[in-house]
């Protein structure tokens, strides 16, 4: 029987940006996959992380810049990107993002692995 997420659990983070898990870990006990609501604010940034899943992103608002060992990646409005476990990236914005991020298995902090 399909089950209805009514609403999501926002997951305190520091720095202004707020994540909002429709489905995961948190909000609905699902281990295999994670889909959060993401709004990172002018100026955000994360330390570099090394995760132990594939997470994919769609940028629905601003420019999200992925950082990795080989450059920078600018993902606007309207794309996407994929970042495969085990690759080092840190994710920042210069004016703020709005992006929906599915992690696969889902998220966890202690698989994220950040510096």
């Excluded at 995961?24 to 959060?36: F, W």
């Excluded at 992103?57 to 495969?84: K, M, N, P, S, Y």
Aim: glycine letters at 10%; hydrophobic letters at 40%; one cysteine or more.
């Amino acid at each position: 029987m399909p089950e209805l997420i009514s609403t999501p659990t926002q997951i305190p983070v520091p720095g202004g940006k707020v994540i909002k898990e429709y489905v995961g870990r948190v909000n609905s006990g699902t281990e295999a996959v994670s889909v959060a609501h993401m709004i990172a604010p002018a100026g955000w940034d994360e330390p570099a992380q090394t995760p132990e899943f594939d997470e994919y992103t769609v940028v629905l608002r601003g420019l999200l810049r992925v950082e990795h060992d080989g450059g920078v990646i600018e993902v606007a409005a309207g794309q996407a990107v994929i970042a495969r476990a085990g690759e080092t990236i840190r994710y920042t914005t210069t004016d703020g993002a709005e992006y929906v991020a599915v992690c696969l298995p889902a998220f966890a902090p202690d698989l994220a692995h950040r510096a």
